[in-house]
């Protein structure tokens, strides 16, 4: 196990070199310029061709890629070209948000939509089946920045429950973080509960049909028993594989629902610095996503022998 | 398959579900919730702040974050006279020696008393950077701190409006910081942010493009005269000033009116009726002049190479049409053919009887033929993520196809856009020939401040016309001595700009700010300032 653990660490990096070579070039070979963002609207072509200069931009590309991989290696991110923040400041400063809501929306979703999975294959084909399905379908085609707008006006502005926006550091206040953490996590939940309860169900129903769980009953188990401790188990391979890449997504994609509740999370940083062709933000953060990637399907991996006995590495 | 055998697991799942919800929302929603500090006003800026240099940008909001921390040497009032902050000035006879004395009681945020030495230093940084002190720089003998508190500025030549061009509100203003700070180059950001404002900047809470802080600064000391946009006293009156970047101005709108934040800057018009059907909130025009939304040709390419083929682009293009589509509601926006902006003391609108006469498109086919126009491709830039921007190509990209234009609209973002126009190459290898874009209208008031009406080629703006004429009457607005004068040589200069074409004036907007009903005394001015206002 511990060898496999390391082989698969060792795996991250020439997936991260191909990455990093890959965001690099692609960067520098988009149209746009960081210099043009700093200088404003009048600067003329000389002077954005002096900052250029000074921001090191005029550098062959093969020198600019030694010198920021360099740097990568001492662990140092790069300043950032328009705001001259350290790149590792910026990243902290904003992935506290996106990790909270992230995790305060996959236990969310988890403790909503793994009993409504179980409870439909349970009850396959009858109502609450059904009822669990169509939300299902829905939660997953509408849009989620018009359930956003949907949760603010109802219970932000209609009822006043919740505020409209914003974010509060948990160490800071930890209620005034769930307040405004409740409406964007339960918006981006609508989706995950949508994903895993289909997803619960459907390998419910797999194993439900087995001759073990018929077994479990007819040594007269209680059906919670039957249910969470047999049958869920049993389906919980695929189930953690979709709540592990989910939360990725949630770290990396979720700048719309960032936008809407005004969260400043990863997801529009990393906007914000695409759109000022920020290099090293933009660089650190797919570097970070990628990474983050290669980690979550390590721990689904390892997490699949705790679950299931009989996989092992 | 079989049955399973009913039990109240389920019921018993629901019923913990729901209690959990029910449990969740009494423990949150708190009452009053979302009132805002009463020492602290958070608005909503129109863009975040990322570039904390306010010489090395000329982006607004860094020029704004620039008047809250910094201060400056004279500032102009409502009626664009120069009035004396930082302090008082003499003129010799001659006019070729200006002497500056600081008043007394100006402070570093850090301490450190303001010196002569200190403004020396920032005014030579900034002169580097603006197109209007580099003209000083041009003709500048001497600048020196004589002693302490006096700053001698010693000319080769008259330069009548030298204290203009200092008082100015945009694009950058000559901002004074301790000469430290200052001696960076002028190409390089700075990476100390002290000023002597009546705000301080709090670095600890400042997040790029999230959020910034300033916090009044104690020992600040406002002169005495009534605040006049960037005059007068500046009296500050709350604690704190927040300023937070929404990317949705759905979100914002909202917070508005739930009173989360106080202040938007800038509210989309088409949002306008949901705060204005809000008892709470009040939206109005802090600023009287707003924008000029303008489309700059390239000299350096064909077609637009040709003076004949630039007037036939003018004259198809209608200033209502433009203004409609960005705008919609006319309360909005006003048909204005001046290229200094309407209402400014150098406004004329000759030469543009056809952009605010409803364009002429029969005039323009005519002018196209008699150039001998070959169907040379338009290639008109067409900016997608800039929501002020996004109209104006689609409108007159079909005003110059039906005057018998080809015209090839390329849509980009906007970063792409501004990359591209600094391109000298012909427009199919990768250059351009027209884009759009908008200007505050005191960026626009004045040939020393208006960066299009230069006509050093390619020392100039992009588009790079070659224009001594241009370059004479600039020359002759440098020494015209009064306000008259000035605005004989303005006239001249719209006339020569629209006659060749240097920049097509497509009218005035104005974009509404909302703030909530406690929130008092604001001053209208162009740039939003946060000091005399009060919170209730």
Redesign the interface.
Known sequence: MLGYIIRRVLAVVPVMVIVALFVFLMLRLT???PA?????????????D??R??LGLNEPLHTQFIGWVTQMFRGDLGV?L????PVST?IG??IWPTLNIAVLTITLSV??AI?MG??AA??HRSW?DYAVMTFSVLGFSVPVFVIG?VF?QIF??E????????YMAPSRDF?GF??RA?LPAFTLATIYVALIARMTRASMLDV??EDYV?TA?AKGL???VV?FRHALRNAAVPIMTIIGTGFALLIAGVVVTE????I?GVG??TV?AI???DYPVIQAMILLTAGLYVLVNLVIDISYTLIDPRIRY | MSKPIPTNAGAKIAKWQGGLAVAMVGALSLPAMAQTDADTITAVMHSGLRVLDPIITTAHITRNHGYMIYDVLLASDEEFNPQPQMADWEVSDDGLVYTFRLREGLTFHDGEPVTAADVVASLQRWGERDSGGQLIFDVTESLEASDDRTVTWTLSEPFAPLVEVLAKQSAVPPFIMPARIAETSADSSISEHIGSGPFRFVEEEYEPGVSVTYERFEDYVPREEEPSWMAGGKVVNVERVVWTTMPDAQTAVNALSAGEIDYIEQVQVDLLPILESNPDVVVETRDPYGYQTMGRLNFKHPPFDDKQIRQAALMALNQEDVLAAMMGDPEHYEVCGAIFGCNTPLADDTGSETLTGGGDPEGARQLLEEAGYDGTPVVLMQPTDVSSLTAQPVVAAQALRNAGFEVDMQPMDWQTLVNRRASMSAPDDGGWNIFFTNWMVPEITSPLISVMLNGRGEEGWFGWPEDERLEELRAEFIAAESLEEQQEVARKLQAHTLDEVIYIPLGQYNMPQARRDNLTDMIPSPVPVFWNVQKQ
Do not use: H
């Open positions: 149209p746009g310029d043009a963002i700093l200088a404003g609207d009048s600067a003329t072509p000389a002077q954005l002096r900052i200069e000074n950032s328009i705001s001259k923040t910026m400063q904003r403790l909503i009993p179980v409870i349970w009850r609450v707008y603010i932000a502005i009822l006043r429950w919740f505020p409209v926006q914003g209620v769930l307040q409740v439900l049909g018929r009953r209680r059906e919670n249910l936008s809407v509740f005004n400043p529009r940083l914000d759109l000022a062709r």
